[in-house]
């Protein structure tokens, strides 16, 4: 079976991107901000590890919820982005799921239900988001043919990941006697 490499469609909500990285930019402002120009700049690693906590956390959440998310497919294979998983599959694996055939949840062989996070309602974003699942929609129909690729789930670790190390100091910190 012949296994797409680059995806005919793919969707991605762009005002979440937009709000995420204009979210980002202002946690980098405010931690600048604490770190050198607050009056007195911190004395120690705590105090250090504290001015940094809340702003990596928050570019973190907004890494794994607005810039993560997507969809991509082709004529063979689907590739959903989640927060914390990455599901690969042949298109004549997936059946749609919901109000008969039009939800936006998807059950994959092999895997299980998959909600496509990145397509979820939204107001700003509302029309590409309904235009893509009804493209999404019909790619699943048209989809034939036997699975021999079985579909994958590999759960989502990247560098950003590291980005949570100062809130997991802090709040050990919190609980030290």
Do not use: I, K
Not at 10 to 38: E, G, H, I, K, S
Not at 58 to 80: I, K, N
Not at 105 to 122: D, F, N
């Amino acid at each position: 079976m012949h296994v797409e490499t680059h995806p005919h469609h793919r969707y991605v909500n762009r005002p979440a991107r937009r709000f995420a990285w204009v979210m980002a930019l202002v946690m980098a402002v405010v931690a600048v901000q604490f770190l050198f120009f607050d009056g007195e700049r911190p004395s120690g690693v705590w105090e250090l590890v504290l001015a940094v906590a809340l702003p990596c956390a928050v570019v973190w959440v907004l890494v794994r919820t607005a810039f993560t998310p997507s969809v991509s497919w082709g004529d063979e294979q689907l590739v959903v982005r989640s927060p914390f998983c990455t599901y690969e599959a042949p298109l004549a694996g997936v059946r749609l799921l919901g109000r008969a055939g039009r939800g936006g949840a998807l059950q994959v062989e092999g895997v299980g239900a998959v909600l496509p996070w990145a397509m979820a309602r939204s107001v700003f974003d509302g029309r590409r988001a309904e235009a893509a699942r009804r493209e999404l929609r019909h790619a699943v129909r048209r989809a034939s043919g036997v699975v021999v690729v079985p579909a994958r789930r590999r759960v989502r670790v990247a560098w950003t990941d590291l980005l949570l190390l100062p809130s997991l100091a802090a709040f050990v910190w919190a609980f030290l006697p």
